[in-house]
């Protein structure tokens, strides 16, 4: 059933996350408040909307509060719980664009490029997690994560853990300790 449908059907306002397609062609992800109009016959003659973009959208607040003052314009009270879940949502997407991007260009940092999967382990490295758990998060086998390791220490030119703690922090790729994969 269409959004648009379950918002007749049901005779009330709703929000939730949709592919549309922009007038460009492109498919985009969504965050649409929509609602019934009805008639002074008590049918439900169309139903409006707005839909906000996701995708170029880099503050979730600005965007919550955006869909907060659309469902005013349709008095419609947003409860926690679907607000909560929206968020959910919004966040997996973010998350899944961030990877997918990740996946295609690698980690750059001047020199040194580390695939996606490189840059998960060394994650969990600069974490202190063992290749063993790393293998498990990761569904991998363990000998998977001592190759990408290797590769690791290969691409920072050090042989001790201590050395790829220290080539990190003073590269600048950190960072990767505090991303969430």
């Known amino acids: 059933m269409s959004k648009n449908n379950w ?19 492109e498919k985009g992800h969504f965050l649409s408040i929509k609602a019934p109009i009805i008639s002074s016959e008590d049918k ?6 707005v839909s906000l973009s996701i995708d170029h959208t880099k503050n979730f607040n600005f965007l919550i509060k955006k869909l907060m003052l659309a469902a005013d314009n ?34 750059n940092y001047e020199t ?17 997690y ?11 086998s363990r000998k998977t994560i001592e190759t990408h390791l290797a590769n690791i220490k290969i691409k920072l030119n050090c042989n001790k853990r201590s050395e790829v703690t220290k080539k990190a922090q003073t590269l600048g790729f950190i960072e990767l300790m505090f991303m969430k994969f």
């Open 7 to 25: 918002v007749r059907t049901h005779r009330r306002p709703s929000c939730f996350i949709e592919p549309i397609r922009t007038l460009n062609h």
């Open 130 to 140: 063992s290749a063993d758990e790393t293998a498990k998060i990761l569904c991998l």
């Open 44 to 49: 439900v003659i169309a139903v409006q909307g």
């Open 74 to 107: 349709f008095n419609y009270s947003i409860d926690s719980n679907t607000l909560l879940k929206l968020m959910v949502q919004l966040s997996q997407i973010k998350e899944n664009k961030f990877q997918n991007s990740a996946e295609k260009s690698g980690f």
């Open 112 to 128: 040194i490029t580390f695939s996606f999967r490189e840059a998960q382990c060394l994650h969990y490295f600069l974490n202190n």
